[in-house]
């Protein structure tokens, strides 16, 4: 349901006008949402003997879609303008409903059963539940902040616009080969704190260079805060992780992605908030470098070996 209604919106974008645009976003938004809620679902009902392999496939196909989503416009040439760009996705998305259904109807749950029935008590009961969406959110805030600041603030120290673009696409990259291990060993273990105070030390090293010496070492920091997003697959994984049932992971999943990307949109609006009351980047990095923190306590303890 989720692919068909993303794939609806996307044709929608396609008809004419700004209100088909806009409307068509919507409806494709909504069912981006609904996906990245079951997919924790899909991988412990499915693949429960191999979570960190198929979150890693699935959080680096999110970071190889953001980088290429760049280039539409470099389409229209080649597709007959800018409909023809927009449309491409809705093409793409139908043949992955296409793939989906086909695999749906002839694959099998050799693991996990999945449960219908409602959770024995509510997520929002859960302190542990509560650790996880907030680990999440805070992950996401910080590359949510990264994303929509980071070249504004290279290019306010002297590099240029379009090496700043290229730092924040980088970023992204570094994503998607970090996906295929980062996963693999980190959620594979009973616990994944460990990895996840690595990360965060990977982030805070970046913010502290940033603060330092913006324009001695860009491209460095660039890297040291690209691998230190890449505990997103960790904050996805530790969903599936941290329930027994399917129908605690939907329940799970929902809360968190539900409470945890309200809390992440907050970031680059306090972010901007601060850089205009201050009228410099040191107080808002500050900030930044406050999220790195409680991330990581947070996912210290999301990552221990327990149940919701």
């Known amino acids: 349901m989720a692919l068909a209604v993303l794939t609806g919106g996307l044709a929608l974008r396609i008809v004419d006008g700004q209100y088909a645009v806009l409307g068509g976003t919507f409806v494709a938004a909504a069912g981006i949402a609904v996906g990245n809620v079951l997919i924790p679902v899909v991988v412990k009902g499915s693949f429960p003997h191999a979570i960190g392999r198929v979150t890693g496939i699935y959080t680096a196909a999110l970071s ?3 980088g290429i989503g760049a280039f539409t416009p470099a389409l229209e040439p080649f597709v007959g303008g800018w409909r023809g760009a ?3 996705w809705a093409a793409l998305s139908a043949a992955a409903l296409i793939v989906w259904l086909f695999g749906a109807r002839h694959g099998s749950h050799d693991g996990v059963p999945v449960t219908h029935e ?8 859960s302190p542990l539940a509560w650790v996880v969406t907030l680990f999440f959110g805070m992950q996401a ?4 902040i990264l994303m929509g600041w980071l070249a504004e603030f290279f ?3 002297g590099i240029a616009r379009t090496e700043a673009g290229l730092m924040l696409a980088f970023i992204n990259l570094i994503g998607i080969p970090l996906s295929f291990v980062i996963p ?3 959620l594979n273990r009973p616990s994944q704190s460990g990895w996840v105070i690595a990360l965060a030390c990977f982030s805070v090293a970046g913010v502290a260079g940033l603060v330092v ?3 001695a070492a860009p491209w460095l920091w660039t890297v040291l805060l690209g691998i230190g997003m890449s505990i997103f697959p960790i904050a996805i994984g530790v969903i599936a992780l941290r329930t027994r049932e399917t129908s605690e992971t939907t329940a799970l999943s929902a809360m968190v992605q539900g409470y945890g990307y309200l ?5 680059p609006f306090l972010f901007g908030i601060l850089h205009a009351a201050t009228g410099n980047w040191t107080v808002p990095l500050v900030l930044l470098g406050v999220v790195i923190i409680v991330e990581g306590a947070l996912g210290y303890w999301a990552g221990r070996p327990r149940f919701v």
Do not use: D, E, K, W
């Open 64 to 66: 190889a879609g953001g």
């Open 86 to 88: 927009l449309g491409a």
């Open 118 to 125: 409602r959770p024995r008590r509510s997520m929002l009961r």
């Open 141 to 144: 805030c910080f590359a949510y």
């Open 155 to 157: 290019v306010a120290h």
């Open 184 to 186: 693999v060993y980190a």
């Open 213 to 215: 010496a913006p324009a």
């Open 263 to 267: 809390i992440a949109a907050s970031g």
